[in-house]
């Protein structure tokens, strides 16, 4: 891993150089902010928000084609590969929440539309020095400065930027871009390290998840989740923008004679969710629903993979419109114990 | 407002036998935010709380609960749910009793007369959320934001809600019982948010709208927020036949947004909880509104007012004025 420094005097040059390389980062849409194409030859701004979407809607399409088909066709149209893409400005959370998913995408079955769009894209991410306040990532096992999932991490020393190359993607890309770089000093990284330190002191409204996983197997009659339940919408705010919600839902649209097979996002939340065919409907309310989101993260992910698939990036908490908050249920569920 | 007699009045009510619980707000976990809140026994009650927070529209939840079948043997709950309702809460409750939606035995309403809600976001924008839970109260025409930095007045316009400000129905049209005096409707005429889009040439308007309807993630945060929006087998959930396509593209989003504008068209009650809750930003509340404005003007109907109304789109009078009609 080596360390260099990027002055921001050679940001715009920087990043006018890395847009001809089919460029992604966060822009401002309304009052969503989301991973946008830059422009050849444009400059990125980059702030301490992190984007409403998650660059998951990147590699992991909201709605993807997996195969066209027609009448009187036995061959199916198979979509061709995505240009290789470069993500700008990827919060530490989202990038670990991409490398959590990766687990599930790599598990029994090796989902090659998943997997070689993941292959396709290289992430530069930027630490947080400002964390927002339902941040908690520092709780769940990632860090303001984490550099899981990364091929190249960032960090925001005030008049330059530190790059640190994670993967052989990332030094390649550090390589290529060299004339604009120089040897960070030793001092650079010793800042970086105090600035992660300062950032992780400033999150407040967080969890210990430690005996969460065995727990909950412990509590699914507990009347906690009809309590944290009651108020949910049951909508999809806090499952499609969270960043390692990855259920999905296989579709056939057909128009004519010919249609496409797509897979697109799914939502525990959803009352439609694990309807059956016959209207059985093994989780009938919002309260079963509830625990699954949280036991999907807190304790199958944990069981299957050894890890939580929670990143604490926030967003549930932070966007939903009934105040549902993790943070507050996970403290409900080390209540109960 | 007189917290306490609140209280009061929902310790009693919550504590009947024919009640099964009562909906009001509470503070949420942090910030300006404020829950739902299903208060079940009298010692439930020290939580409840009326600010300007309590936007939310708790009509919806009449609805949204989940009705399982009763096990064989048992006998169904035929409690009543006690709701608080604030003017525009109330329209929501009076629309669904026209549709039939509920049933009035079915409910307890207590009246809220509305001196007008925060917008969160504005707020937030002005005075960040802090993890420590705020809460604003009403100061005369003003607003009080008490947290942990003391007390700020902020002027009501800087931070009234949309919806409020255009509200003309601030005191609940129906309700057992009320609690504080009736406020005097203070609605301006001017929505400028329709009349911006109004003016616009169709192409532009067109262009408008589906840089709006991009944005959707079709989490159905709109549909499931709205109080009016409760048909059992909603379309967009349809597999067979697919009415709407699950994808999201302009086009389908499109097809989902007009589908449910029109389902409103003479029943939405304006209580801008679409709007509120998207978290896209899409202007929900002003295609609602343009319609209810439609079906104000020209049929002379407005939603949500009489309990007894005949359903706007399955009525017909033959002194409509249907002047737009040739």
């Known amino acids: 891993m080596s360390a260099m420094l990027l002055h921001k005097e050679k940001w715009s040059e920087f990043t006018g150089k890395l847009s001809g390389k089919n460029l992604w980062a966060p822009a401002v849409q309304g009052e969503m902010k989301k991973f946008a194409r830059v422009a050849e030859g444009q400059t990125v701004h980059l702030d301490e928000d992190n984007t409403t979407v998650p660059p998951k809607a990147l590699v992991f399409p909201q709605t993807e084609t997996l195969c066209r088909f027609s009448l009187g066709q036995t061959d199916l149209e198979l979509p061709g590969l995505d240009e290789e893409m470069v993500l700008l400005g990827v919060r530490p959370c989202d990038a670990r929440a991409m490398a959590l998913v990766e687990k599930l995408f790599r598990w029994d079955f090796e989902d090659p539309y998943y997997l070689e769009r993941r292959e396709r894209t290289t992430l530069i991410g930027l630490a947080c020095n400002e964390p927002d306040l339902n941040c908690f990532c520092s709780s769940v096992g990632g860090g303001p400065a984490s550099p899981e999932g990364l091929d190249i991490l960032m960090s925001d020393l005030g008049e330059s930027y530190l790059l640190e190359d994670i993967t052989e993607k990332g030094k390649a890309l550090v390589e290529e871009f060299k004339d604009l770089l120089e040897e960070a000093p030793a001092d650079a990284v010793k800042q970086k390290e105090q600035l992660v330190e300062d950032a ?138 | 407002m007189d917290l306490d007699k609140l209280r009061k009045t929902a310790a009693e009510i919550v504590s009947r036998d024919d009640v099964k619980y009562l909906l009001g707000w509470r503070r949420g976990t942090f910030g300006y935010r404020v829950a739902p809140y299903f208060i079940e026994d009298a010692a439930g009650v020290d939580e409840l709380i009326f600010s300007p927070l309590c936007i939310s529209n708790l009509a919806t939840y009449l609805t949204l609960v989940e009705k399982l079948p009763v096990p064989r043997g048992q006998e169904p709950d035929q409690r009543k749910v006690a709701l608080l309702v604030k003017g525009c809460d109330s329209r929501a409750v009076a629309q669904l009793l026209v549709e039939k939606g509920i049933k009035r035995e079915e409910v307890v309403v207590i009246g809220l007369p509305c001196p007008g809600m925060v917008d969160r976001e504005l707020l937030a924008e002005k005075y960040p959320e802090t993890e420590a839970a705020a809460e604003v109260k009403w100061d005369g025409e003003d607003f009080l934001l008490v947290g942990e930095g003391g007390e700020t007045a902020i002027p ?19 309700s057992d019982l009320t609690i504080g005096e009736p406020v005097e409707p203070w609605a301006t005429a001017d929505d400028s948010g329709v009349a911006e889009i109004e003016a616009k040439e169709t192409a532009e308007r067109w262009a408008y709208w589906e840089e709006q309807f991009s944005k959707c993630i079709r989490c159905y945060s709109c549909r499931n927020a709205c109080p009016l929006c409760y048909c059992e087998d909603c379309i967009l959930d349809r597999l067979d036949p697919t009415w709407v396509n699950r994808a999201v593209n302009f086009s389908e989003n499109t097809a989902f947004h007009l589908a449910r504008a029109f389902h409103l068209a003479g029943r939405c009650i304006e209580c801008g909880e679409c709007e509120r809750v998207c978290p896209a930003g899409i202007p929900l509340g002003k295609l609602n509104r343009k319609l209810a404005r439609t079906v104000r003007e020209e049929y002379g109907f407005e939603p949500g007012l009489d309990p007894e109304a005949e359903p706007f789109q399955a009525g017909y009078k033959p002194d409509d004025p249907e002047e737009f009609i040739l």
């Open chain 1, 200 to 337: 992780v002191a400033k999150i407040k409204w967080n969890v210990d998840p430690e005996g969460i996983p065995e727990a909950l197997p412990q509590l699914w009659e507990d009347p906690l989740w009809e309590k944290v339940s009651a108020a949910c919408l049951g909508c999809g705010i806090c499952t499609y923008l969270c960043p390692t919600c990855h259920c999905f839902d296989i579709q056939d649209e057909v128009e004519g004679p010919a249609g496409r097979r797509c897979r697109m996002w799914d939502s525990c939340m959803f009352a439609e969710y694990t309807k059956h065919t016959s209207g059985h409907n093994p989780r009938p309310t919002r309260r079963e629903r509830t625990r699954n989101r949280i036991n999907h993260k807190y304790s199958y992910f944990v069981d299957k993979f050894g890890v939580i698939a929670c990143v604490g990036c926030g967003r549930c908490s932070n966007l939903c419109p009934v105040n549902i908050d993790l943070i507050d249920i996970l403290r409900q569920v080390k209540a109960a114990r």
């Open chain 2, 156 to 174: 009501r316009t800087e931070v009234l809600a949309e919806k409020c400000r255009l509200c003309r129905h601030p005191n609940p049209v129906i």
